[in-house]
């Protein structure tokens, strides 16, 4: 039967040899890798994109609706124009017929 001390060292053991070497410097990736380099261009390139996409596309709710209130007393206005100016020409007309 297994002693209960010996499956953790076992464990650490196994680990210990499958894990790298912290102590080694890190090794750098090579820049001449032309895949390697579009996939990052690309990436940046959406993360940027989205980065100016992405607050137009929340902001343009607040803008619609702004645009929508202006047409509507863009509207009214023309109606109480129009409204005035046959106001204006009826009494002429009226007293001209008279």
Sequence with gaps: ????QDVPEADEERLAEQMPDPAAPPQPVADDDPVLNTITAIGVGLIVIGGFLIPEVLSTGHTTGATRSAKIQWEDRQRQLEQAYREAETPADDAAVD
Excluded: K, P, T
Excluded at 1 to 4: P, T
């Design 1 to 4: 039967m297994l002693n209960e």
